[in-house]
């Protein structure tokens, strides 16, 4: 997509307007109220014209006005334009911010997984030219804003891609592939060095399936003068059938179970790109959780990088093992002063919190803190959830160091235990825990978000990254 601000008002034959309440009332506009997400359209001699509500001005966020700007969006896919230009709108959100807002909008809502849809003829089509209406000296901050939309649909794709391509051996070679392209240092561990590194969790989870588990490794080193390393611990896991314990519902979107290392996988590309000056090293945990004659059985005792036992009581909590070897691996070996697991971990989170927000989960108050005002800077929401160490009392297991699922209290706190789980295999390192199982999938469309898989959390870590 070619992306312009003209300051002299270089117009395509679409124009977007977006209008407040007070300013709709003083221009007039007769039909037009200027109410929320309010849709009015006419074509003039030469010109498409849309208008579209922000309602009252104080209420006005950037999350309206990429709302707004989608509602217009949806209604020109359907009249199969390839070309708008959107006034940037003057109201108490400044002109940068609200730029980006509806740069993200037009990226973000024109996606669609349609790699799979043989008549062409029949779909959308893109947004091939957007011009805003602007200052000029806004170009550089879209064209980053482009970067980072455009690493969002690559976690889409990937997490939308069909188990029986995206196997764990399929994201090593994309992990290759992208790090030749962007610079990025990859490592990839297949099953052989899994094994010599005693990978025990990682290896249990995977062995059920024909395709092997993969630790692969995406390092940036944006700052080669500082110490300071942000890890990403990604969960991978490219096919969810709940192993031996099989799931009885949502199979159908359990491709999407390896969205946390899509997430992470997508953000460290990104800060390749874009040349963000901090170190950030992604470790993708990927395997494959499936019903074979070797599959890891309930009962079972698997033993992690670090010697640690584990006692499994459910093979469908199979994503806090593969994190947790990742974790002991990336402490030991990588030398990180912050690490950040992402994943689809547990539905108790989406009961919760529903499915549009994530939890957070940590004990470094300041960097949660920080975390929380990013997502609200994206509207990828994040909501605190407790570590109180009682929760540890729920994990004890007579056979082994720890179960893999609560003994005590099962049916409570399923996202505080799984967290205090993966806690409990770091030995120094700060560590946040992000449970994004809700926001990640998406089973309608919510105006920019699409259908599938959301691309949820790369925005948001690089506001993170970016503004700490």
Not at 54 to 77: C, D, H, S, W
Not at 320 to 341: C, G, H, Q, T, W
Request: proline share 3%.
């Amino acid at each position: 997509m070619e992306i312009k601000i003209n300051p002299k008002a270089e117009q395509t034959d679409t124009i977007i307007f977006l209008r407040t309440k007070e300013q709709a009332e003083k221009e007039n506009m007769k039909d037009f109220k200027g109410k929320d997400f309010e849709l009015h359209w006419y074509y003039d001699t030469d010109s498409r014209k849309f208008f579209v509500g922000l309602g009252e001005e104080e209420k006005v966020t950037k999350e309206k006005i990429r709302k707004a700007v989608y509602t217009a969006l949806e209604k020109i896919q359907k009249i199969q334009l390839t070309s708008l230009t959107v006034e940037i709108p003057k109201t108490k959100i400044n002109e940068k911010d609200s730029a980006v807002a509806i740069t993200e909008s037009i990226i973000l809502g024109d996606y669609s997984f349609e790699k799979y849809k043989t008549d062409k003829e029949k779909l959308n089509k893109k947004i091939e030219k957007l011009y805003l209406i602007g200052s000029k000296e806004l170009q550089e901050e879209l064209l980053q804003t482009q970067t980072i939309c455009n690493n969002t649909l690559f976690a889409r794709d990937l997490a939308n891609e069909q188990a029986d391509i995206a196997t764990p051996s399929w994201i090593a070679r994309k992990s290759k592939e992208i790090a030749m392209q962007t610079g990025l240092r990859c490592t990839v561990l297949d099953e052989e060095d899994l094994k010599e590194l005693k990978l025990g969790l990682i290896l249990g989870v995977g062995k059920g399936s024909i395709n092997p588990p993969r630790l692969i490794i995406l390092e940036h080193i944006g700052d080669p003068k500082s110490k300071e390393k942000i890890v990403l611990v990604g969960k991978g896991i490219t096919y969810d059938t709940g192993g031996l314990y099989v799931k009885t519902s949502w199979m159908e979107e359990m491709k999407i179970d390896m969205h946390g290392a899509a997430t992470a996988f997508a953000t460290v590309k990104t800060c390749a790109e874009l040349n963000i000056k901090k170190n950030v090293t992604a470790v993708l945990t990927c395997a494959e959780n499936s019903v074979g004659p070797n599959s890891y059985r309930n009962g079972d005792i698997l033993t992690s990088y670090s010697g640690k036992t584990v006692e499994i009581r459910h093979t469908d909590a199979e994503g806090r093992l593969v994190l947790a070897d990742a974790m002991e691996y990336a402490e030991d070996k990588l030398n990180p002063s912050l690490i950040i697991s992402m994943a689809t971990l547990t539905g108790a989170c989406i009961r919760a919190l529903s499915d549009f927000v994530a939890g957070i989960m940590s004990n470094e108050e300041d960097k949660v803190k920080q975390l929380i005002k990013s997502g609200e800077e994206t509207y990828e929401l994040l909501w605190q959830l407790p570590l109180f160490e009682e929760y540890m009392e729920d994990l004890k297991s007579e056979i082994a160091d720890i179960p893999n699922l609560a003994t005590k209290h099962r049916d409570y706190a399923g996202a505080q235990h799984a967290a205090m789980f993966l806690k409990s295999f770091i030995k120094k390192v700060p560590y946040i825990h992000l449970d994004i199982a809700g926001p990640t999938i998406n089973t309608s469309r919510r105006f920019y978000i699409s259908q599938g898989g959301t691309g949820y959390g790369v925005r948001l870590l690089i506001d993170f990254l970016k503004s700490n």
